[in-house]
């Protein structure tokens, strides 16, 4: 059982730093990890990807960098919020999320960019069923790049990818 317990603990340690960002694309998207029981965590840098959307929310020609997460959500979501922050300091963060689909021409559920340099963005979770993609990228026309947290306090639903007993 113990033996269990830490293949479970260190594949949770992989997946939270396994695929750099540049492979966190719509074709390709990350999951955000469940650290600590309660909060989803996620760190990454837009600096390591390239700009995979092109338009935001159908309407924003955004020449910036974007990291693309996909979560579902379904009765067992507890997540009530989720918090974008940076320790780049001259780095203006945006966070957005789409429903469905992924892509330029596909219009935002929710953007968080509060337009100012190294401040930290918060969005509500969204709360109907269905597949998300969270986009995290620069505010449009702001250029520049950097590293981020994502925290997602409480539960997002996480489908088992994998589970064997020796």
């Not at 113990?2 to 695929?19: Q, R, T």
């Not at 968080?112 to 401040?119: K, L, T």
């Amino acid at each position: 059982m113990n033996k269990n317990a830490f293949a479970i603990a260190l594949g949770l340690l992989a997946a939270a730093g396994a695929g750099s960002a540049a492979a966190q694309s719509c074709a390709s998207p990350s999951t955000i990890p469940l650290v600590g029981g309660n909060t989803h965590t996620a760190n990454g840098d837009t600096c390591a990807s390239s700009n995979q959307l092109g338009t935001l929310c159908g309407a924003f020609s955004s020449p910036e960098n974007d990291v693309i997460y996909r979560f579902n959500i379904d009765n067992t979501r507890t997540a009530t919020s989720i918090t974008l922050s940076t320790t780049t300091a001259t780095w203006n963060p945006a966070m957005l999320y789409l429903s469905g689909s992924c892509g330029g021409g596909v219009s935002c559920a929710d953007v968080a960019d509060s337009n100012n340099a190294g401040a930290s963005e918060t969005m509500m979770a969204p709360t109907a069923n269905g597949t998300y993609y969270l986009v995290v990228t620069s505010s449009p026309g702001s250029g520049g790049c950097g590293a981020f947290t994502l925290n997602a306090f409480g539960r997002l639903p996480v489908a088992l990818q994998n589970f064997s007993i020796d």
